[in-house]
């Protein structure tokens, strides 16, 4: 890791996307964008909040207990994205052997965890007063729960792995293999008869929802996906600086400080 | 929706301790990340 002979404005050059790939030229980027996605976050989260407690109408069935929504969809939407971002990244460090790749799946794990835990957290607060229990083990639940397993055990199997690069490649395939997960949680609810109810959102029909109902939950799930963004550009810059301590560009960064 | 008091919005029509207990741990879970981000990025940089 020492003699790191990459270079930022080197002859070789190549385009600004392969440059961008080298984690001391990524490390200064990722600094500059996490205010931005945190602003971005805090912006959509404030008219979503307002809009899911002061504007949306109560619900004629569920009452207020609905309101639990513009929490529980949005982190159930970002435990699965995030699986897949990770899982793509993951592969992406296994194809190309680069460096950022596994730093980046690794950043996005214990968010993807945060927001599966919270989805369960919320389902089971909604699931008491609408269905009459905390947890049912149904298709859409377990899978749910499945893909907390799955966060874990990324996590657990890269840090057990002393070796940066090897504890990426162990972790690439368990996350690639896991993301059967993904479809199976989307269409639990399709394929087998659960307690937990359809997709009130889809691309092929109108929303079975009030339209302010609606907006409010998307403009949250953006605030989610502008968070989490930002929580792991955070935790890549982390990561870089423990992974190339040893590296001359850190030590420079140090010198400048 | 107008809640008309304070005391109606915190009641959440019966379900108070269901709405407010999912949102409280949403505001835990994401201020623990963002303690734990600061403490890791503390960490790394001084031992950089």
């Known amino acids: 890791m020492a003699i790191d002979s990459y270079r930022l404005d080197g002859e070789a050059g190549g385009n600004w996307l392969f440059r961008l790939a080298a984690p001391q030229a990524f490390f200064p980027v990722a600094g500059k964008m996490i205010p931005w996605f945190a602003a971005l976050a805090v912006l959509f989260a404030l008219p979503g909040l ?6 949306a109408p109560t619900d004629f069935q569920q009452g207020e207990a609905y309101r639990v929504i513009f929490l529980h969809v949005p982190a159930a939407w970002m435990s699965m994205f995030l699986y897949v971002i990770m899982a793509c990244w993951a592969a992406l460090g296994l194809i190309l052997n680069t460096r950022l790749s596994g730093m980046m799946a690794s950043a996005v794990a214990p968010t993807g965890a945060m927001f599966t ?3 369960l957290w919320t389902g089971a607060l909604w699931g ?6 905390w947890w049912v083990w149904d298709a859409r639940l377990t899978s749910e729960l499945i893909l907390l397993f799955l966060y874990f055990g990324f996590i657990a199997l890269t840090n057990a792995i002393d070796d ?4 990426d490649r162990a972790g690439a395939v368990l996350a690639i293999v896991g993301v059967v997960n993904i479809p199976i949680i989307y269409f639990s609810v399709k394929w087998w008869n659960t ?3 359809g997709a009130s959102v889809s691309l092929t029909r ?8 609606l907006v409010g939950m998307l403009l949250m799930a953006l605030a989610a996906w502008m968070y989490s963004i930002a929580a792991a550009l955070w935790r890549v810059r982390s990561i870089i600086l423990e992974r190339e301590r040893d590296a ?3 030590r420079e960064l140090r010198g400048v400080q | 929706m107008n809640w008309g008091s304070f005391g109606n919005f915190v009641h959440m029509g019966g379900y108070g301790f269901y709405v407010w207990g999912s949102y409280l741990m949403g505001v835990v879970c994401i201020a623990g990340e963002l303690i734990l981000l600061a403490r890791r990025a503390r960490l790394a940089e001084r031992r950089a």
Do not use: D, I
Request: glycine letters at 4%; zero cysteines; aromatic letters at 18%.
């Open chain 1, 50 to 55: 307002y809009l899911s407690f002061f504007v």
């Open chain 1, 195 to 197: 307690l937990h109810q």
């Open chain 1, 164 to 167: 940066p690069r090897r504890a």
């Open chain 1, 117 to 119: 835990f919270l989805a």
């Open chain 1, 248 to 250: 001359q560009w850190v």
């Open chain 1, 128 to 133: 008491k007063p609408t269905w009459g229990t």
């Open chain 1, 206 to 213: 109108a929303p079975s929802m009030a339209t302010t109902m």
